[in-house]
């Protein structure tokens, strides 16, 4: 078992090395390229704002009222027409304005509406009333809400209080404290701690490369840089280790003490990941992240790690001595 207890994770790593995809090298041209006026325009919005024309969006909010005359008459207090865009309807950037003279929002667009329908609307409030098209940026967008993470937070902390309570009056077994000899879940304990830290650090000291990535995510880790790519490397990390922690839980416990188990160690994750994501943000993260990496090894070294095999089952021992699992004495 001791041989073959590494063969899942490896294949998985192997199998996502071997998906890649393969770019074709892109050939350099001599010619200049000479661009106009409105299309350098257009280029230095995408790159501050990370978005430009044709680009889709979904409304997120209730609805969203555009306005049907030009952003001048508008500025200028003429009478205008508007119409709303409901939740979950498609639009898509049809035009930008800069608008100087506007004291509220200088940037204004104008959006198609899936009906052929087209509208203006200050970019300040487009923005609170969508997100991009696409269903990574919409997860990022659902698990930043603040409403939700503080909900998030109470629920796990209740939750996890009441389920460790119930399992240390059963002995069962729970990481970290009643631990089983395989150090898969002591692990994704500690990736998943990496990665909340590495994530709120991408938003405190690289947040335009984070904007840029909620605009146009790609969970390509090679096609980012810096703490992003930490980032991602992080999160494959973190499912692969899961998919072999699971896999070992059940080769070391029933399915009766698995599954309680299972759920004990994804308590654990879940409060990790509230913890060094709220911490973080306030950069005292790192010095609880160390200490709980040290606590973590120290915890799994200590009391968990088995050195030996029983004879006569072949099952993992702490000690020389009477096996816990078939009761042969091991001398």
């Not at 890649?20 to 892109?26: D, E, I």
């Not at 898509?92 to 203006?120: K, N």
Request: hydrophobic fraction near 50%; include cysteine; glycine fraction near 4%.
């Amino acid at each position: 078992m001791q041989k073959t207890k590494f063969f899942l994770p490896l294949c998985l790593l192997a199998a996502l090395l071997l998906s890649s995809c393969y770019r074709k090298p892109l050939v350099a041209s001599s010619a200049p390229v000479e661009f106009t006026d409105r299309q350098l325009d257009s280029i230095s919005f995408s790159c501050t704002h990370h978005y430009s024309q044709n680009y889709n969006f979904i409304v997120d909010a209730d609805s969203m009222v555009l306005t049907q005359q030009m952003p001048e008459e508008a500025v200028s207090q003429l009478p205008t027409d508007s119409f709303a865009v409901m939740r979950n309807e498609r639009i898509a950037v049809a035009d930008i304005r800069i608008m100087p003279m506007d004291s509220v929002d200088s940037v204004w667009v104008q959006l198609a509406h899936e009906q052929g329908r087209f509208g203006w609307i200050h970019e300040s409030d487009m923005l609170r009333a969508v997100v991009p098209d696409d269903p990574i940026s919409q997860f990022i967008s659902f698990f930043s809400d603040e409403h939700l993470l503080i909900f998030l937070v109470v629920f796990v902390f209740v939750l996890f209080a009441y389920g460790m309570r119930k399992l240390l009056k059963r002995k069962a077994y729970i990481v970290h404290f009643n631990d089983i000899a395989t150090f898969y879940p002591t692990l994704l304990a500690v990736v998943v701690s990496i990665s909340a830290t590495l994530y709120s650090s991408v938003q405190l000291f690289d947040a335009d490369a984070w904007q840029e990535f909620y605009f146009h995510p790609s969970l390509n880790p090679f096609s980012h840089k810096g703490l992003l790519q930490l980032f991602l490397a992080s999160v494959w990390a973190l499912l692969i280790v899961a998919i072999a922690a699971v896999d070992d839980v059940f080769r070391h416990l029933s399915l009766a003490d698995a599954i309680p188990y299972l759920l004990g160690l994804a308590g654990v994750c879940a409060v990790c990941y509230v913890v060094f994501t709220i911490s973080t943000m306030y950069y005292v993260g790192y010095v609880l992240l160390l200490a709980y990496v040290c606590f973590a090894f120290w915890r799994y070294f200590t009391y968990t790690k088995s050195d030996y095999l029983c004879g006569n089952c072949g099952k993992q021992i702490k000690k020389k001595g009477r096996c816990p699992h078939c009761g042969a004495i091991n001398e």
